[in-house]
């Protein structure tokens, strides 16, 4: 794995991805890598789309998620500043306010654009402490190699079911990150609407939310062209999120909803969204 991040993280941007052209084929056609997962879920999503549109953000998709995989093999093969002139944030005078003022962030985003890329280098691109939630792998040495990948620009990688403790512990202003798209247990989750779908959500951004005082953003990022991305903190503004239960749920997903509306192809269509029934 360290030889393929060497090998793409020195191949001439142009070569880069027409081999990711290559990748995503092979994965679509070849393999069928969770194809039929991918067009279950769109199918769902999008029920009004005709076959032909269908079959075009399927393939969309491939070539995104080739990108990304690609691009995540990249970051074996570290180079310093790499990810700083590849992501943009749009509203950095937001982060140096809450910067200037000693408050904590929560950012609360979901699978589009480069998640890998920007949770490797949010703390480096913020300023900030970056307290990351994550799901360990099963493999421990795959484990280990990513959480060494995504650690290597500051991010501090924590357990998901440990995060709540380490923001309470947490003295010094932080931003605390978490990716809130995957699929909790169904007993134990928010359920709501989302994209015309009966969908179960973690109550976890709300537990954080209400545990100290923060600045809670959505954390929206779009690719500006192949290898480049921008991200946007959009504010969560005028909600009671204390004694209002599931505002703040309801209002993160529909900010992922509208992202996923924008750009179809850049949501991760390929994980089982909708296994579970209210």
């Known amino acids: 794995m360290r030889i393929l991040g060497l090998l793409l993280a020195y191949l001439p941007t142009r070569i880069f991805y027409v081999f990711s052209d290559g990748i995503a084929f092979i994965l679509r056609i070849l393999v069928g890598y969770r194809k039929s997962v991918v067009e ?35 970051l074996l093969a570290f180079r310093k500043g790499f990810l700083e002139r590849r992501i943009q944030i749009e509203n950095t005078a937001f982060l140096e306010q809450c ?4 408050k904590s962030v929560l950012a609360i985003g979901g699978h589009t654009g480069n998640w890998e890329w920007l949770g490797t280098a949010l703390g480096k691109l913020s300023g900030f402490r970056v307290m990351a939630a994550y799901r360990p792998l099963a493999n421990a040495k ?64 709300e537990k954080i939310a209400r545990s100290k005082e ?51 192809e850049a949501w991760l269509w390929s994980h089982k969204r909708w296994k579970h029934k209210r």
């Open 214 to 264: 923060f600045v809670v953003v959505y954390l929206s990022m779009h690719r500006v062209r192949r290898g480049f991305y921008s991200i946007q903190f959009r504010a969560l503004k005028d909600m009671d999120i204390h004694t209002c239960e599931g505002t703040l749920t309801e209002w993160h997903v529909r900010e992922l909803e509208r992202d996923i509306r924008e750009t179809p």
């Open 40 to 74: 279950s879920n769109i199918d769902l999503a999008f029920p009004n789309l005709s076959q032909n549109e269908k079959h075009t953000l399927v393939k969309k998709f491939y070539a995104h998620f080739s990108d990304i995989l690609l691009e995540t093999v990249q």
């Open 142 to 205: 795959a484990d280990s190699m990513m959480k060494k990948i995504r650690e290597q620009e500051g991010t501090q990688l924590i357990p998901s079911q440990q995060i709540y403790r380490s923001v309470l512990k947490s003295e010094e202003p932080v931003m605390v990150y978490l990716i809130a798209d995957q699929a909790p247990h169904p007993n134990q989750a928010y359920w709501t609407n989302f994209l015309g779908r009966d969908t179960p959500v973690f109550w976890g951004p």
């Open 99 to 102: 910067k200037a003022e000693g």
